[in-house]
């Protein structure tokens, strides 16, 4: 089936330009995560969604940055005011909720895209 | 603080060698554990997960890790490493209850034939 898909796939932006980095989760795929991952780093968390709330947003560096998904199915990650310290490859994933210990909610593994690349100049 | 750490940042294994890749965590509670990996030109794929029972795991490709919660560590091994092994491995740690994934640095691992 098809995977977890993200457009562009490459942007380059000025500094100070707002983007749009979007991504289609698997289908069925009730969770969903957006990271971003610098050169030689892992990849760093930014927010996960359950549905269409966001269940953490901790790791969204500043007000700059916000995500939303509507319909609980497509997510669109929004940056403001780009700066060269955003360049970036930003990295989607999604996965299942499960039935965790003692009957709590837990989560599958997660898939990943390709990620977009970012280049702020 | 959460956090997870690679002690090999590059590896350099010629066929046939053994591999061993450290990975220590440091989180409160109840953890998933996972080994993704990224061969080149590829998006991330998950080699193994631990979510809990036997702390040997089984992976694709022959991987396996361990995970031993008293060295809060979660190791990934083979014992014969192939030339199409060469890729970046990520290990990471999660609550077991949040979807929050915490990724280490990475280790470039190259395979020479």
């Known amino acids: 089936g098809a995977g977890v898909s993200q457009t562009p796939s490459n942007k380059v932006t000025e500094k100070g330009k707002y983007v749009e980095l979007r991504c289609d989760p698997i289908?069925?795929?009730?969770?969903l995560y957006w990271y971003r991952q610098s050169l030689g780093q892992g990849p760093e968390f930014l927010i996960y969604f359950q549905g269409t709330g966001a269940a953490d947003d901790s790791g969204l560096p500043n007000d700059r940055f916000f995500a939303v998904r509507p319909e609980g199915s497509v997510s669109t990650l929004k940056i403001q005011r780009t700066e060269r310290g955003d360049s970036a490859v930003y990295l989607c994933a999604s996965s299942l909720r499960r039935r965790g210990l003692a009957g709590g909610r837990s989560y599958n593994e997660q898939f990943f895209g390709p990620g977009t690349r970012l280049t702020v100049l | 603080a959460q956090s997870v750490s690679q002690h090999n940042h590059h590896v350099i294994l010629s066929e046939a060698a053994s591999l061993e890749l450290g990975c220590n965590y440091s989180?409160?509670?109840?953890?998933?554990l996972f080994w993704y990996v990224q061969y080149p030109g590829q998006h991330l794929q998950l080699l193994l997960k631990?979510?809990?029972?036997?702390?040997l795991v089984k992976g694709i490709k022959g991987f396996e890790a361990e995970f031993i919660k008293s060295k809060f560590s979660f190791n990934l091994r083979k014992p014969s490493v192939q030339w199409s092994d060469t890729a970046e491995y990520f290990c990471a740690v999660r609550g077991s209850n949040t979807g929050k994934l915490i990724f280490g640095q990475g280790t470039t691992l190259q395979v020479k034939p």
């Open positions: 289908s069925g795929h009730t969770a």
């Open positions: 631990y979510f809990s029972g036997d702390p």
């Open positions: 989180y409160g509670g109840t953890v998933n």
